[in-house]
Structure formats: C-alpha cells, structure tokens
C-alpha cells in the first residue's frame, strides 16, 4: 500500500500538493466528556465541505468518482471483487483513500464488502457516510479507508469496549460521557458473530438506512477482532452551515463524528467553542441508540 501511495505522490502534482499541505494543517483538541475531539484547519477539505448534494446540483455535474471522469493521473487497485481503492487527492490524514465501487450506484445499504476491505487493509477503518450523513457524492456508492489509530472514537472504544461487556455495547452500558451516542459491536469469528453482521442492517435500524441517516466504521482491532461502530444521524448539516458571520462552514461526516472535526475556514478553526461543537454533535445525532 505504501509503494502504491508513493507511486501516485511522485506522479500526481495536485495530490502531492495536497498532502504537502497536509502537513503543516493546525490541529487542536478539546475535551468532550471522554472523547477528544481534534479540530483541523483544513483549507483544501472546502471541496467536500461546500459539496451541493441537492438532486439538481448532482445531476448537473459529471460524477467524479467514475473511471471515466476520473483525473487521468488518478490510479486504481482493485481492493475487491466490484471495488477500486483510490489515493484520496483532498486528504485529512497522511494515509486517506477512497474506496469506489465500479459501477455508478447511488450511496445505499450498508455495503458488507466493507467486512473485506477492512481484511484486506489492516490497521485502517474503512467507513462509509450515508446519503444523508456527510456524503458529499451521494450518487455513487462509496467508502473510505484511514489509520485507525487517527480516530479518536475508534480508540475510545478499542480501550472500552472489551467482551466482557457482551458483543454489542454502547455509552450507556459502558459508562462513557460521548457527546453522542453510538453502537459498538465486536463481530466474534462464531455464529453469534456472524448472525450479528446478517442483522446489521435491522441494528441500525430501517428508517436510518431507508433516508441515508448513519455513519458506519468497520476494522479489525489490534486483538484481531472484526468491530463495527454506527453513529445514527439526525441532521445532514447543522444549524449554523454556512460561511457568513455566525455560521460554520462544517459538513459532519465519519472523521468528524469519530472525533477530528474539519474546518476549512480559518475563522472556524479559530473561533469554534466547546459549546458549538457540542451543539454541532447534538443536532447532527441521535441521543439514544
Ligand atoms: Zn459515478
């Protein structure tokens, strides 16, 4: 993996440029109950940010996730049988890929490839945003794939969530204060296990996966084990979106609800309060899971 991100860095001026700016992105964290949540000023992320996802908009454009609208220096590997991995150009974290399914079908389900694609990228989390819940290419199914350990929700729950607390957890059962709530699931190599993953999609719930309403993460922990988290959604975007005075140019998706929230404005990443990222994470969740 890492021969095929230098190969695409040395041959691709606008990903390379983007992953040099990576570098020197501000970062600072504030403390939500037990997560921390990582703020990230990240000017090159207003592409997905400011993303129209209204029907019209999508229909107005060309898709840029199929091959054939694809920027020609953009190389794919096929990660799984139907699924190309691609070197994300707009990175949030030093390894960010994209992960396209090959043919044009909107962003629906819960694409149980993703069980693969976390076999087949150890020490990642492939995610996967709803349509309603921070996809900003709502038409054509997708996932994307970071370090785990860049997660700051993804190692709350690796720390808290071991079996002794059963196959399915949450903040309740586990006495942990997120800003959000969420279900944690450790897929045991067993029947139990695998009856778990056939339920998936009733765990989330019908009327969340009918409307696009959830984030879902999918990795294999450092034990070993197979995890998957859900966050269910209530908003799309929160209240305050915008770029005027007073608003925030911020477009929740999976990294920003695993705890690193992307501000491509600077005025964001200077001015957010405790208080705003707590109402952002409110608005954009569910309470209960
Ligand atoms: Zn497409």
Redesign the pocket.
Known sequence: MLEFIDSQLAHWPLARDNYQALGRSERRSIQLGDLTVGIQHNPARIVSTAAKTDAKSIAERP?F??SKNRPPLQVGIEITEGWELLLNPYPIFPTHFTIVCKT?APQEGFPLDMVCMSEKLPGHTVFFNGKHAGASCP??LHCQAVKTHELPLMRLIENKHTLKYGRKATPDTLCLDTPFAFVSLIITPDLEGMSELAGIESTIGTEYIKHGRFNAFVWIDSGGLLRICIVRRAAHRPSCYGSEVGQHLISPGCIDMAGVLITPLKKDYDTLTEEEVRSIYKECSVKLF
């Open positions: 898709c996730l199929c044009h038409d054509h």
